[in-house]
């Protein structure tokens, strides 16, 4: 019984295979955001390296924006994108403000930014915001967003590359309001500024020993009735 065999493909015949291309339009220039809400004021935070890959491009970059006198924007992802977030939103506000005749309100800039994400959903913002501020009572309010523009207001929120290791801290000291509790709890935290203000650079120094994105220092933003204050705290810079 003779057998059969399938005819060898020659060199010129043989399929050929192309490399997978490597270039992409975002890139990931990492660090962390942290955002606390209280009765009466909100903590913003977040580190001040940016990298790409295993490399450090500068330890002292800014990942926090002020759009208003009572709402504060920390970013984490890729920078470009985010910058281009960031003119995006002063200019719908400075259009709000010409017609309205004053400020948006923190609410109303997080509907904002998520219509804003949203609208770019097919092509999105590489960029994974959380908004504080206070809100029209003049509570503490932290809003959380993934890339496309889903949000929910919460009493703290992290997003970055060291969400991770932040959020079981937060949720174990926080233990913040779920819509599956009931009887419903308000959606700030029961601490007080200063001590909001000590678990923030208790979470940013204990994240910066694990994530190479994070660390050289954290700027923190504290917004209450009297205004904006800033304060600077150095972390690792290996």
């Not at 065999?5 to 050929?16: G, I, K, Q, S």
């Not at 009466?40 to 491009?57: E, H, K, N, P």
């Not at 000590?198 to 940013?204: H, I, P, Q, R």
């Amino acid at each position: 019984m003779s057998m059969m065999f399938a005819p060898r493909l020659t060199e010129a015949a043989a399929p050929t295979t192309h490399a997978a291309p490597t270039w992409s339009p975002y890139d990931n220039n990492g660090g962390t955001c942290v955002a606390i809400a209280g009765e009466d004021y909100c903590v913003i935070a977040a580190d001040t390296r940016m990298s790409t890959g295993f490399s450090i491009l500068t330890r002292n970059y800014s990942k926090i924006h002020q759009i208003t006198d009572k709402s504060v924007l920390a970013s984490s992802g890729f920078q470009a994108d985010i910058r281009a977030l960031q003119k995006n939103l002063d200019a719908r506000h400075q259009i709000y403000q010409h017609q309205h005749s004053k400020q948006m309100s923190c609410p109303a800039m997080a509907q904002l930014l998520s219509n804003t994400l949203y609208y770019k959903r097919f092509f999105p913002y590489y960029a994974f915001n959380v908004l504080g501020g206070l809100d029209s009572e003049g509570k503490g309010c932290v809003y959380t967003y993934d890339a496309v523009g889903s949000y929910e207001r919460s009493g703290y929120s992290s997003q970055g590359t060291g969400m991770q290791l932040i959020m079981p801290v937060l949720d174990n000291q926080l233990k913040s309001a779920s819509p599956l509790v009931l009887p419903l709890r308000q959606s700030t935290t029961p601490l007080s500024e200063v001590e909001a203000v000590d678990l923030v650079k208790d979470t940013f120094a204990s994240a910066a020993e694990r994530d190479i994105y994070t660390g050289d220092g954290v700027e923190i933003v504290i917004v209450n009735r009297d205004g904006i204050r800033h304060e600077l705290m150095d972390l690792k810079r290996d």
